[in-house]
């Protein structure tokens, strides 16, 4: 399912000892065809939490570094946990994992082999609704993979469609499903495969199968090993070119997934297989196992993904689709130096890294690198989810550009219209004169998603050209994951049309120009459109109705507001386009 988990060596647990030695599982289940020497140099433990509050809203002070974290090879052994007889200053994150692993497996250590079955355990209910005739319709092989829950093993098929033909069958033992959470991931698993299709570099998904001791699942056979070996089996990175190539089918599968409503939550080197031992065969998205549905404007809370890919908001307790961004981050810094840019010895250390530490770009290969490359990464790790690209701004970038590459659209653009729709005269003509300053950089992205909404002839578009857009790229996925709701939010398109300059205003994120090096350019520049076509006299009362704050934040608006004729300032103008932040929007309790 995607997690890894530490058994502690019975040995070695004793008051006088400070370190456990750990075993590390592979971290799918099985469908990662990790070769027994594969599995120990990844080491690169998973998590998962579920409690609804958060211990630790925010434990860890702004800014800084932490001390002694720095990158290290992505090659090396298995990372120990270490378990202290006193607390880390400030708490640390890995004990309310640990406690939500016992959670959602019922227990972290093997259950008893004699004594009465848990009360729990008999009331669960292991029928999935899956079809019972597997055995009748594939021949099973070798195993390829193990992993916690089960393991993935060769097969090929008797009858039908798949004759003859081999595939993977991952098996999911329903002993280990000791608890509600556990059997809902199966079943989660299962309902996103069947409902996402249709993309080359995600893995193709067959059929499901039940019996009274396992689930089997049928996909695609990938016989060409992980990304994660073939990193290896190049000293540890890629060549720019090379990575490139790597870093552009990741992003093209995930901005599928973000279009039809699905979140990965688990995206590192060993959830990517390629098809064949080629040097240039194309690469799969795997493991589903820890995916979700999310709906437009939600947020989750649960603590979900592989220590070392995990992003800063996601230990916050309050996430969305911009975790996998990244994640992919990562990934891209591994490709591009060979290093891991958060690094520690505990999965404590990691977590505060991921918090506070900021990436090392001085240190060799990074002088050598193209600005573009640096400039790429460093968009992807943006500690402030809101700041960083999508995945498909992301193949817009100067690193990635390529002007006869089709781009996906992004559901981003929606999100965005719909806030533009919604959005007073004031906020609307504030962002239309930031959307006069964009440079040429910004408008092969917007230029694209518009031409995929297919304007008409006077260059005009409507609620329908939204629509339709959509309903070309859905899948079954978009219905479990409402994304089509967002089409109701827009309403107010359906009375007006809306020209490229407009959308140019409705679709750009002003947090995401703010992480640009130039964005002190850019606001002043877009400052000065505002002063001539939409700047107005303001009360500190009114403002604080377009911001809908109450009478306690009139001191601080008080200083948006010139003294000398009462219109917002250039600090003003730029505080008014961020609006109110609200950290948690429709967080779901899992």
Known sequence: MGQCYGKANPATENENTTTTTTTIADSGDGDGYLPPSSAAVSAFPSVKNTPARSPWPSPYPQGGGVGGVTPSPARGTATPRRFFRRPFPPPSPAKHIRASLAKRLGHLNPPPKEGPIPEEEQVLDKSFGYSKNFGAKYELGKEVGKGHFGHTCYAKGKKGDLKDQPVAVKIISKA??????????????VKILKALSGHEHLIKFHDAFEDSNNVYIVMELCEGGELLDRILSRGGKYTEEDAKVIVLQILSVVAFCHLQGVVHRDLKPE????????????????????????????????????????APEVLHRSYSMEADIWSIGVITYILLCGSRPFWARTESGIFRAVLRADPNFDDLPWPCASAEAKDFVKRLLN????????????????????????????????KLVKAYLHATPFKRAAVKALSKAL????????????????????GHISLDNFKMALARHATDAMGESRVLDIIHAMEPLAYRKMDFEEFCAAAISTYQLEALDRWEDIASTAFEHF?????RLISVEELARELNLGPSAFSILRDWIRNTDGKLSLLGYTKFLHGVTIRSSNPRQR
């Open 271 to 310: 959830n990517f297989l390629f098809t064949s031992k080629s040097e240039d065969a194309d690469m799969k998205l795997i493991d589903f196992g820890l995916s979700d549905f999310i709906r437009p404007d939600e947020r989750l809370n649960d603590i979900v993904g592989s220590a070392y890919y995990v």
């Open 176 to 189: 280990k499903m000791t608890t509600a959470i556990a059997i809902e991931d199966v079943r989660r698993e």
């Open 439 to 458: 440079t040429e950089d910004e408008l092969p992205y917007l230029r694209a998603q518009f031409r995929l909404l297919e304007p008409n002839r006077e």
């Open 383 to 414: 500690k402030d989810y809101r700041k960083r690209m999508t995945a498909v701004q992301a193949l817009t970038h100067p690193w990635l550009r390529d002007d006869s590459r089709a781009i996906p659209l992004d559901i981003l653009v929606y």
């Open 531 to 535: 002063e001539r076509e939409g700047n």
